[in-house]
């Protein structure tokens, strides 16, 4: 079987500060990781390069893991965010509870908090 992916969500942020944009675009996979499982994409744009977040169960059971340990319920991906200015950012995040979720958080300078969504997982851990 092959992999289809399927838009969940796309939108921008546009800081007045510069008029630079910040792009998310969100897809669902039907085979991800050394698995081939249900999971979610998220693709994020600054200043016209793309980086892109794999929520899969191998990469997820980590994160979830690692929060945990740090005892927290909204795990900050670091190395998997954008995060150059205190005043600017993309963040994304695992959120655990009853439902497993990303959350992606941007913020530019011109706006005083930041646009922040969530996503379901589509997957449980064990």
Known sequence: ??????????????????NGVLKIY?????EMGNQGVPGIQVWYTVAGGTSIVNYEPNHVERW?????KANETDYLLTDYSWINHEDMYIKNSLVIGDKLKAKVS?????????????YELPFTLD
């Open 1 to 18: 079987m092959s992999n289809i992916k399927t838009k969940i969500d796309e939108w921008e942020v546009r800081d007045l500060e510069d």
């Open 26 to 30: 969100v897809e669902h996979n039907t």
């Open 64 to 68: 979830a893991y690692q929060a945990q």
């Open 106 to 118: 941007v913020k530019v300078r011109s706006k005083a908090t930041p646009i922040t969504k969530e």
